[in-house]
């Protein structure tokens, strides 16, 4: 099984990074004249890197032998009789680290060696992709360093020892609201004055071009071996498929194998927090307004002036104002179907999962699992108990386990 | 409505004195609106020959803590883009050539070419815009030209050639060079990048270029003054007010100070 790390899409962006054009798509790239020398040649890195077979063959090399994949696709029986569909689990929570992030960092550290850079920085919210960054730099003799937002720093303590044991050094954020938007802006800082000898590994599917195509394209191996895996298992693709959207890159990792099949319907659940009308949400398609955040014009949480308005998620990894720039296209265009569930409904799913399969999911996952529960009645009413949804179980929940205890008082 | 004066009026002036001019920038509605229009009054009294009035920003990627700690409080203080615009208003009053830096969602939020109307009927001359290059930023570009207003983008030594002369030939006033790899904030020591990117921006344009991050003092200055056109300051400005810790009368007098010292150093 390989990645399919240069195929094409009727969704993918252009080559100034608009998906959908300029006129009424997103992406582009918006930022400091200092970091676009730096963009530039990344996008000729990897639109070279991705079309040499040996940079591939060493892409899944790394994956298969290192990382744990390709992850099984596996049927859910016992969550299935609970929801009157079949449902299809990626089991991401398989891979090295715990998640889907390690496909990314080893593909950008990977690029990183190429280009002949010495040290990586990365952002995170939760830490998976902060531990992921700090284990690909270990993998491969990087140097690292992490932004964490303060408040995730205290609510993810364990991954922070996880970095700084695989050798990172983890630098807490207190600016702003001390979560993912102000990590990301630290490390932006970073890397203007460092970019000579730097490079970001971006953590989600968002950003300036090239980083939504990069993390995309590294990431799309979830919806390849998918398409495969379920064609071999039901002979049939199946008639939805599902994920957690925060950034977006789980999300659009698993989409891009099935973008060009109309027949499949593609939902993304985002994270509702305490519900709209509480404001405490990180709902940004459902709830935020076209514009620039992070260097892509996309869905914002905005006040009327444009200030970024903070989120809020029980879960550290969908706590993000913004999205992905595909993902927004793939909204407006109709493509996708993307609505949200709130904490409440994303920490039942994680005890039902628990419960019925014995697996602690993400509480990323356990959105996706929410949603799924609540398009399964829909689904089955259209196709009958044979309506098949592939959920992407982006990773496990070993981390949250605090938010666990604390949540169902344990 | 009042009337904008351009930047290029202003290097003109200070070339004709054989001298580099003075950009000074204090972001909006700090330490309050009206106090941030004080503060700006003493830096024009004492020899500021540009104003740059700052947007402040939730998300500030090219700001270091000094200025991030100013516009954070200025948004506490629950500034709005409204307030910017009368802050432009107030400033190009005095007769200084004055534009706004701003990162680009609040001007798109606003809605482009109404930021560009309201600017140029607030006697504002143009805009600093740090996170959008020409090459992203053609609906700006249109719009300014419609209002003849400045644009100035930013060249970083990490520019290559092609792309400065990209950013030059969009720019309109002068062009802002970027004299460090980094965000804002003084530093002890001028940047040895500055002098050659100043050399590589004027072998593209007959604009002014001004020079920007990390000047806190008169000597820093005048060593930029041999060199550019002119001499941007920011951070020791927002400084200046922070250390007088909510005394209006020692940061009016703290500005006041910083500006002759600068002044006197471009003029030396």
Redesign the interface.
Known sequence: MTTHLNETTSFDADDRGWYGGSEEGFGGRFMPEALMKALLELDQAWTAAKADPSFVRDFDTILREYANLPSPLYFAERLSDKLGIRILLKREDLNHTGAHKIRNVLGQALLTKRMGKTRVIAETGAGQHGVASATAAAYFGLDCTVYMGKVDTDRQALNVARMKLLGAEVIPVDSGSATLKDAINEALRDWVASVDHTAYLFGTAAGPHPFPTLVRDLARGIGDEAREQVLAMDGRLPHAIAAAVGGGSNAIGLYTAFLDDPDVRIYGFEAGGDGYETGRHAATIQQGDEGVLHGARTYVLQDEDGQTIESHSISAGLDYPGVGPQHAWLAKSGRATYTSVTDTEAMDAFALLARTEGIIPAIESAHALAGAIKIAPQLREEFGPEATLLVNLSGRGDKDMGTAMEWFKL | MVQAVTTAVAFEKAAAENRAALVGYLPAGFPTVAGGIDAIKAMVDNGCDVIEVGLP??????D??TI?AAA?QA?QNGV??KDVLATVEATATLGVPTVIMTY???????GVEAFARDLAAAGGSGLIT????P??GQEWIAAADAHDLDKI????????DE?IGL?VSNCRGFVYA?A????TGARNQTSDLAPPLVARTKAATSLPVGVGLGVSNGAQAHQIAQYADGVIVGSAFVRAILDANGDHKAAIAALATLTKDLAEGVRR
């Open positions: 920003y939730s998300d500030p990627v090219m270091g803590p991030q954070l948004l709005r883009t680009w969602n609040p001007v798109e939020r606003y740090p996170d959008i290059t090459d992203y983008f930013l060249v970083a030594p990490s520019s290559t792309r950013t970027t460090v790899m980094g965000v």
